[in-house]
Antibody, heavy 125, light 107 residues
Framework: QVQLVESGGGVVQPGESLRLSCAASGFIFSNYGMHWVRQAPGKGLEWVAFMRYDESNEYYEDSVKGRFTISRDYSKNTLFLHMNSLKPEDTAVYYC??????????????????WGQGTMVTVSS | DIQMTQSPSSLSASVGDRVTITCRASQGISTFLAWFQQKPGKAPKSLIYAASSLQSGVPSKFSGSRSGTDFTLTISSLQPEDSATYYCQQYNSFPQTFGQGTKVEIK
């Protein structure tokens, strides 16, 4: 079945870096755009980053621009989120999510269908 | 950025009640609106896309509608397993944005 499994979360100090992974299975990874969404403790959902199925575009939420980078490894069916210069306000559960529509390009609009279970990132001194 | 305003922020209803949650977009988003359900300690679950289309496997007691920039999620007959927080999301443009959530409790 379609499955997304995140890993790489942990406790880090402000200013440090972390790389999150999202292992995909049960679907053709190269056909779908992928997102990262986060949720701070007790708060709502916040979209973080997106990469199109063919890497033609990537987008970021303003507060993470220049600090976070989304990437994907097609040979390993894995999505990554490289997080640098972490701040306490980045503390959250980070979810990866798969786009609903396949091969969704620039003139296509798609939300998510499948979410991973999440991985916790804590930034604290 | 497009702001999504959900109302109410919480509600309490009885088993069997019809429940309605509203989401208003700060500007036009066509039908690029989705709804998600999240239970405590769990990942969100996708319910509806394109304002009114059910995701695969979602029971038909959930439905969505649109009127201009106002969107509605309706649960036709509330059951105990529907106790959760519900979020709307616009995907008309980046950054994609979520509503602040509506917590649904069972009386």
């Amino acid at each position: 079945q379609v499955q997304l499994v995140e890993s790489g979360g942990g406790v880090v100090q402000p200013g440090e870096s972390l790389r999150l992974s999202c292992a995909a299975s049960g679907f053709i990874f190269s056909n779908y755009g992928m997102h990262w969404v986060r949720q701070a403790p007790g708060k709502g959902l916040e979209w973080v980053a997106f990469m199109r199925y063919d890497e033609s575009n990537e987008y970021y939420e303003d507060s993470v621009k220049g600090r976070f980078t989304i990437s994907r490894d097609y040979s390993k069916n894995t999505l990554f989120l490289h997080m640098n210069s972490l701040k306490p306000e980045d503390t959250a559960v980070y979810y990866c999510a798969k786009e609903l529509l396949a091969s969704c390009g620039g003139d296509c609009f798609s939300t998510f269908d499948i979410w991973g279970q999440g991985t916790m990132v804590t930034v604290s001194s | 950025d497009i702001q999504m305003t959900q109302s109410p922020s919480s509600l309490s209803a009885s088993v069997g009640d019809r429940v309605t949650i509203t989401c208003r977009a700060s500007q036009g988003i066509s039908t690029f609106l989705a709804w998600f359900q999240q239970k405590p300690g769990k990942a969100p679950k996708s319910l509806i896309y394109a304002a009114s289309s059910l995701q695969s496997g979602v029971p038909s007691k959930f439905s969505g509608s649109r009127s201009g920039t106002d969107f509605t999620l309706t649960i036709s007959s509330l059951q105990p397993e529907d106790s959760a927080t519900y979020y709307c999301q616009q995907y008309n443009s980046f950054p994609q944005t979520f509503g602040q959530g509506t917590k649904v409790e069972i009386k």
